[in-house]
């Protein structure tokens, strides 16, 4: 029988952030794994780095510099799996009907108005609300914890990024992703400056336009403070911490699934209502829109959180509750049954 051959076309790097790469990793090792499919990657932009990622955890990618549907116009594929951080046009998909008029498209988590035309729509996350002006009457949408897909990293990263064992005071883990849009490091920093007996861990975003901002702020703050550089698994530095601040996106739901209570800020705007929806979990609490946070409102919400033992081990089992690591496994089920939906179906 004739291995399934899946392209999975990824927005990654830069400003798109690199959790969309972690998510398609891990579904794609389990379509490997399980169902023995052939995955190649497709990357929005020609960026040496996240090729170079790809290829060193073993999976293929299209090097020519073609455009998604002259890729798949060249090439043989079974599948297509698209994880845009940009809506979905509808442009998009027509070209791509145009080029493989039979290639059953899956799209995740995206609300574009090209979703209407897609196969299949998934959100892997409990946050999101599927739009209602693109779908369809019998068109496949997917939502909730069940189809939630943990990074690759995370789950697989190497063991060189153990930073130790734990230490003899509380500590508070801060990652806002690749990118940190707003600069919230320095202010989440400038934040913690009279914390005592605290250790914090900051994460320097790989894209951060500033990063000596952020060693003068740690180098004449009281608390200890380790700024890491280039960490391939987060996992270690989350084990260990007695809670974390980050952004709404993977890195959120990671903390959910290690028991640690989060402390959860939206990068746009746009993102607030989703954010809403994720804390009514009681996985996290809610910080609100960067670009609105003040120092003040940060140091009391972070002391009072610290403070309330009860109130994280309840954030813990919630977390424990909503989060289990076979998302990837279901995913990946739903990519081998997503089938062509003719146009006079809809």
């Known amino acids: 029988m004739q291995a399934l ?3 999975i076309a990824i927005q990654a790097g830069g400003s798109y952030g690199l ?3 972690e998510r398609c990793k891990t579904l794609a090792k389990a379509l490997i794994q399980e169902h023995q499919a052939h995955v190649s990657f497709w990357v929005d932009t020609p960026n ?3 090729h170079r990622e790809l290829l060193q955890c073993g999976f293929s990618v299209i090097q020519n510099s073609w455009s998604l549907h002259e890729t798949i116009r060249q090439g043989v594929y079974n599948r297509l799996v698209i994880d845009f951080q940009n809506p979905v046009t509808p442009t998009l998909i027509q070209r791509l009907r145009i080029s493989h008029p039979t290639l059953p498209v ?4 995206n609300n574009g108005l090209g979703c209407s035309e897609a196969d ?3 959100f892997s996350n409990v946050h999101s609300l599927p739009g209602t002006t693109w779908h369809q009457p019998g068109q496949p949408v997917y939502q909730g914890a069940d189809y939630i897909v943990l990074g690759h990293n995370f789950l697989y990263g190497a063991e060189e990024d153990e930073p130790g064992s734990d230490l003899d005071r509380p500590t508070i883990l801060i990652t806002l992703g690749g990118r940190d849009p707003e600069q ?4 989440l920093l400038e934040a913690l400056q009279d914390l005592r007996d605290c250790h914090i861990d900051l994460i320097v975003p790989p894209a ?5 901002n952020l060693e003068n702020i740690a180098t004449r703050l009281p608390s200890t403070i380790t700024l890491h550089w280039r960490v391939k698994s987060l996992r270690p530095l989350m084990a260990r911490a007695t809670l974390g601040i980050t952004a709404l996106g993977v890195t959120a739901y990671e903390f959910a699934f290690l028991g640690v209570p989060a402390m959860v800020m939206a990068h746009y705007q746009n993102q607030e209502d989703d954010l809403a929806r994720f804390v009514h979990y009681g996985t996290a609490e809610n910080l609100g829109w960067g670009k609105t946070l003040t120092p003040e409102h940060v140091y009391d919400q972070v002391t009072q959180l610290l403070t309330d033992e009860q109130r994280r081990n309840r954030m813990r089992q919630n977390g424990l509750a909503l989060m289990n690591a076979e998302g990837s496994a279901r995913m990946a089920e739903l990519v081998l049954k997503t089938e062509r ?3 006079t179906s809809r």
Do not use: K, T
């Open 341 to 343: 939906i003719p146009s």
């Open 106 to 109: 899956m799209v995740i988590n």
């Open 208 to 212: 951060y336009p500033h990063p000596e």
């Open 19 to 21: 959790g969309r790469m």
């Open 184 to 187: 919230r490091s320095e202010l």
């Open 48 to 50: 040496p780095a996240i």
């Open 120 to 122: 299949g729509v998934v």
């Open 5 to 7: 051959q899946v392209l």
